[in-house]
Antibody, heavy 120, light 107 residues
Framework: EVQLQQSGAELGKPGTSVKLSCKVS????????MHWVNQRPGKGLEWIGR????????IYAEKFKSKATLTADTSSNTAYMQLSQLKSDDTAIYFC?????????????WGQGTLVTVSS | DIQMTQSPASLSASLGETVTIECRAS??????LAWYQQKPGKSPQLLIY???SLHTGVPSRFSGSGSGTQYSLKINSLQSEDVASYFC?????????FGAGTKLELK
């Protein structure tokens, strides 16, 4: 069974950084892209970016290029996202996810989400 | 970036009814579209991929259709467990983008 286990809730002060983790079990992350998506309170889903853990290549949504940094550790099968220069607007639930739709064995797995609250 | 315009924002329907949710892309996404269901406090769950393919384990009362820039999700014979928010997602191009969501409630 594939599971994505995310780290616990974070409380960050404005101007600081937080680093979220997403440990995958049941699937080798070298064989997929790891995506990150956020959801502000009561709002919709927003794609932040994705990393190819096999080579570290990343793609970010424009608005997150200076906000989020995606990394992955294939030895521990874990993906990470660091959020920098936190502002109140960054308060949201952050999901890690992996999806593949194109052919063969299609899948979509999501973590349970990590609540990041930015407050002084 | 490809914009996804989803409608309606909210929907109230009775048990047994058929409901339809629509997404319009700002350009052709060549069926690179998925539909997700999200219940409060939970992660999104995949319903449909490639615009019209039913994901494994999803009840057959869910169906997707469309092409080009216009796509829809239909739920036949609405059940109480279908009360949730629904999102479309285009994955034809980066950045992947989501619709704003449709909140489905029981009348």
């Amino acid at each position: 069974e594939v599971q994505l286990q995310q780290s616990g809730a974070e409380l960050g002060k404005p101007g600081t950084s937080v680093k979220l983790s997403c440990k995958v079990s049941g699937y080798n992350i070298r064989n997929t892209y790891m995506h990150w998506v956020n959801q502000r309170p009561g709002k919709g889903l927003e794609w932040i970016g994705r990393i190819d853990p096999a080579n570290g290549n990343t793609i970010y949504a424009e608005k997150f290029k200076s906000k989020a940094t995606l990394t992955a550790d294939t030895s521990s099968n874990t993906a990470y996202m660091q959020l920098s220069q936190l502002k109140s607007d960054d308060t949201a639930i952050y999901f890690c996810a992996m999806w593949y739709y194109y052919s063969g064995d299609r899948f979509a797995y999501w973590g349970q989400g990590t609540l990041v609250t930015v407050s002084s | 970036d490809i914009q996804m315009t989803q409608s309606p924002a909210s929907l109230s329907a009775s048990l047994g009814e058929t409901v339809t949710i629509e997404c319009r892309a700002s350009e052709d996404i060549y069926n690179g579209l998925a539909w997700y269901q999200q219940k409060p406090g939970k992660s999104p769950q995949l319903l449909i991929y490639n615009a019209n393919s039913l994901h494994t384990g999803v009840p057959s009362r869910f169906s997707g259709s469309g092409s080009g820039t216009q796509y829809s999700l239909k739920i036949n014979s609405l059940q109480s467990e279908d009360v949730a928010s629904y999102f479309c997602q285009q994955y034809y191009n980066y950045p992947n983008t989501f619709g704003a969501g449709t909140k489905l409630e029981l009348k």
